[in-house]
């Protein structure tokens, strides 16, 4: 079983970024689809981003395509998201995910394995 780990949620001011960072531990991601999402206070959760088991396709939700960026870096067993140019919109807490299956097709319909525990990201206007 994986454990994942969420990190470098904060409070930012609209325009701003922050990057996220998701550690996992107990078992290597290498050859699984991963993911964020976000769930906004009332809201259901929803897709961010995803990124290939490879690395070589990356998926955007229509939101925010063009000032978030996902990667990954299986050495580190981490995978990242970097969020520019930050909305009021934006504010939610964001959770990481792996597929469930290795070799997996990534994207908004992804099956998630494991979630972390999610960070919060809050943007003041």
């Known amino acids: 079983q994986v454990q994942l780990v969420e990190s470098g949620g904060g409070l930012v001011q609209a325009g701003g970024s922050l990057r996220l960072s998701c550690a996992a531990s107990?078992?290597?991601?290498?050859?699984?689809?991963l993911g964020w999402f976000r769930q906004a206070p009332g809201k259901d959760r929803e897709f961010v981003a995803a990124?290939?088991?490879?690395?070589?396709?990356?998926y955007y939700a229509d939101s925010v395509k063009g000032r978030f960026t996902i990667s990954r870096d299986d050495a580190k067993n981490t995978v990242y998201l970097q969020m520019n140019s930050l909305k009021s919109e934006d504010t939610a807490v964001y959770y990481c995910?792996?597929?469930?299956?290795?070799?997996?097709?990534?994207?908004?319909?992804?099956?998630?394995?494991?979630w972390g525990q999610g960070t919060q990201v809050t943007v003041s206007s």
């Open positions: 995910g792996v597929g469930s299956s290795r070799y997996a097709a990534a994207g908004a319909a992804m099956t998630v394995g494991s």
């Open positions: 107990g078992r290597t991601f290498s050859n699984y689809g």
């Open positions: 990124i290939s088991w490879s690395g070589g396709k990356t």
